[in-house]
């Protein structure tokens, strides 16, 4: 009587094996490849102990590299700066520049017959009625200064002057006036006025010790509130 042996493989089991080998070999040929310290040797040991030795080694390399790194990222974050202060005393010192604005960039009663003219040329208005300014009138101020400065007329007349203003000065105990006092324009306040300007053609600069004093200057000043232009500033 003749018993023959029947192996039964499992088509299943031998893919299975086929995917684990070729996942190996991928690894494996990486390894070998990398550019990476230390792997290369892992991948090439023919015995534990250099293994155990070359995965220590990378481990420990490892560590300190990123030990490194993490200190240099948390020092750009601590955002470490050195400043560098040198206090010079100066004596005696200028006394600091004051500029002053009033409110509003132009004066009713000088400003209202010339504009309200030329809203009548718009035939926005058809009346001589200067002691209000409509709405639909206000909308075309910017307009009306555009026009003056195309035709390179001056609006020094329609702004508030110093003079009129300026009820009082007295720098240290010593009496001043608008004319100690620099004028330049500004496109939301009309002219400004500042004390102690230092320019080109201007020497004298006031110290804060002149005439004897502690730096001190008394100002008074009548705005004119009753002069502001509606819907430009509130007066």
Known sequence: MHID??????????RARRQTGRRRSII???????????????????????????????????GITLYFVIQEIRSYFEYSTQT????????????????ICNLAPVRYDRF??????????????????????????????????????????????????L?????KCVFNGHPCSAVNFTSFSSSSYG????????LKNINHIHYSNEYGGSGRLNLRFYVHSHQYVPYIREG
């Open 5 to 14: 042996t029947i192996f039964v493989i499992s088509t299943t089991a031998n």
């Open 28 to 62: 494996r040929e990486y390894a070998l490849n990398t550019s990476i310290h230390g792997i290369p040797g892992i991948a090439r040991s023919r015995s534990i102990h250099n293994t155990i030795f070359w995965s220590i080694s990378f481990i420990i390399f490892t």
């Open 84 to 99: 560098s202060v040198n206090i010079i005393s100066e004596w005696p010192q200028h006394f600091p520049a004051f500029t």
């Open 112 to 161: 209202i017959e010339s504009f309200a003219n030329y809203t009548a040329t718009l035939n926005i208005t058809n009346t001589n009625d200067t002691t209000s300014i409509s709405l639909l009138q206000a909308k075309h101020m910017g307009d009306f200064f555009q026009m003056k400065i195309n035709q390179n007329e001056s609006l020094k007349e329609f702004f508030f002057p």
């Open 163 to 167: 003079d009129a203003m300026l009820m």
């Open 191 to 198: 002219v400004c006025y500042t004390f102690n300007a230092k």
